[in-house]
């Protein structure tokens, strides 16, 4: 146990390491270079930029509207995915026939339609949350169906014996048995909501922080390049440990 | 029915055949048995000759073919209660919301069950607080009790086992095939094991049946044992006398399938 400790404690140590050598060797890179500060931005400056668009409210609104446009394509993509692929367990016919569709829509690059997608719904966020709608809610129907076919058959022998209806079955064991399934969906999809809105707001958009980015990137404006970047990033850590919270709640037996 | 008094399960020419890739497989043909009241039976017999098809037919989980099977209080859906060799415990319910499956299932076995499960957790040397953990927290012989008491909540007329004891280590089994006995000959209820383990047959039956390869009963013993505690019956010299002459009777078989 001490040693397991220790390592932690050392493992905890580190961890900034990386990123400190990343710093310094940037700050060194671009620091004496106006030519090397154009292409590369400086942490100075990034850490400046930061603290305007924050002041500003700049940073702050164009997040907004992002996590916003993310947060709801991956509420509805996932619940209303989930509920379809649970529900296929119902029927073994309607389940075979749809299968090769879930898996081709699987394979579909989804974010390949994203200017069609934009043409159907606009400028405005109602695409971006469409795109990132459906980039979740493939996710969320392969693996609702996933675990709820892999449902152990020495289980469903019990409810058969038990005397089960196949809608007590389905609460008791199949719906339980997915949820594993649904919260890896949940974690994949974190990730395709964010870029789904990140890539509409690419494409076109009036605000968010694909768009600073765009409008940023045209001007050759590294700083705020990386600022939406890093805010990207900060955005889908939290949202990732918001998820790993509800595993811990909903899969305690696990541990 | 006043002719069926005391008699709790009554199969007759039962016959069923699996049809896979156009063979006939683990076929059970004009097949008799009956089981009274209290009465606990073992079936033995080589691998794959069909005991546990015998059982699922019995529990309803497959048509037969041909055939009747009459179960006391069949006409109820929790005349039968069947133990696996495997449990199925849900993993993700505690051992009380485990046990409390088939309240939930049926709203009239609720109030009972609430004071039968102290007594049968006493039964089975399980303390109270077992209740508040995890399937995945328990030992293999505790997961088994469990399942053990899952299905006497249920409150079955007949209890299937399909050799619930044979993934357990030799004291676990022991001891739980001594419970077990004790219990059910307390509540006089029907139970038929199906086994591989002939010393287990005879410690804690009435009757052993040897089903041969045709599926059909080719062998019966009364046992008949003044001493039943596991712990000592296998010393005695009848316990001797009665395994030889199973064994007699299922090596033929078993030679059979060695072929």
């Given amino acids: ?13 580190l961890y900034p390491l990386p990123l400190l050598c990343l710093l310094t060797a940037w700050y060194f890179y671009t620091v004496d270079s106006k ?66 569709y879930i898996v081709a829509a ?23 949350i469409a795109l990132a709608f459906i980039a979740t809610f493939v996710v969320a129907v392969g693996q609702a169906y996933q675990g709820a076919v892999t449902v152990d058959a020495k289980y469903l022998r019990l409810m058969q014996v038990f005397g089960a209806t196949k809608m007590q079955t389905f609460r008791t064991v199949v719906v339980p048995n997915s949820l594993i399934w649904v919260i890896n969906a949940m974690k994949l999809n974190i990730g395709l909501a964010l870029l789904g809105a990140f ?22 404006d590294m700083a705020t390049v990386y600022v939406g970047v890093v805010a990207l990033v900060v955005i889908s850590l939290l949202l990732t440990s918001l998820v790993d919270l509800l595993e811990r709640r909903l899969l305690r037996w696990k541990q | 029915m006043s002719n069926d008094l005391g008699q709790a399960l009554s199969v007759s020419a039962l016959s069923f055949a699996y049809v896979k890739e ?40 497959l048509e037969p073919q041909a055939g009747t099977i009459k179960i006391a209080g069949g006409h109820k859906h929790n005349a039968v209660g069947y133990i696996f060799q495997e449990d199925a415990l849900l993993p993700w319910r505690t051992v009380g919301h485990n046990l409390r499956l088939a309240a939930e299932l049926h709203h009239h076995l609720k109030a009972s069950n609430e004071t039968n499960l102290q007594d049968y957790l006493k039964s089975f040397h399980l303390s109270a607080d077992i209740v508040k953990k995890y399937p995945g ?10 399942s053990i008491i899952q299905s006497l909540l249920f409150r079955p007329e ?92 299922l090596k033929s078989n078993i030679a059979y399938e060695a072929s």
């Fill in chain 1, 106 to 128: 699987g394979a579909i690059p989804i974010f390949a339609l994203a200017p069609i997608i934009i043409v159907w719904f606009g400028i405005g966020i109602v695409s971006k």
């Fill in chain 2, 137 to 146: 927290e328990l030992s293999g012989g505790m997961r088994q009790r469990v």
């Fill in chain 1, 199 to 220: 890539i509409g707001e690419f494409i076109s958009a009036e605000q968010g922080l694909g768009k600073m980015i765009v409008r940023a990137s045209g001007t050759y």
């Fill in chain 2, 22 to 61: 156009q063979k006939r497989q683990s076929i059970i043909s004009d097949l008799n048995l009956d089981v009274r009241q209290g009465e606990l039976i073992s079936i033995l017999g080589a691998s794959g000759c069909g005991k546990t098809t015998l059982l699922n037919l019995i529990a309803g989980l």
């Fill in chain 2, 158 to 249: 007949l209890i299937l086992l399909d050799e619930p004891f044979s993934a357990l280590d030799f004291y676990t089994k022991l001891r739980l095939e001594s419970e077990f006995y004790t219990l059910i000959k307390k509540q006089n209820k029907a139970a038929i094991l199906v086994t591989h383990d002939i010393d287990e047959a005879i410690a804690i039956s009435d009757r052993v049946l040897i089903m041969d390869r045709e599926g059909k009963f080719s062998g019966e013993f009364i046992v008949d044992l003044k001493e039943r505690e596991p712990e000592d019956v296998r010393g005695t010299p009848e316990f001797a006398t009665y395994f030889h002459q199973i064994w007699s009777a």
């Fill in chain 1, 35 to 100: 030519e090397h500060q154009f292409i590369f931005s400086s942490p100075a400056q990034v850490w400046q930029t930061f603290l305007r668009l924050s002041a500003s409210g700049e940073l702050l609104s164009n997040a907004a509207v992002t996590v916003f446009e993310a947060a709801i394509g991956f509420i509805l993509g996932t619940v209303s995915g989930a509920c379809l692929g649970l529900s296929l367990w119902a029927s073994r016919i309607v389940a075979r026939v749809a299968k090769p």
């Fill in chain 1, 1 to 13: 146990m001490k040693q397991v400790s220790l390592e932690n404690k050392i493992v905890w140590f």
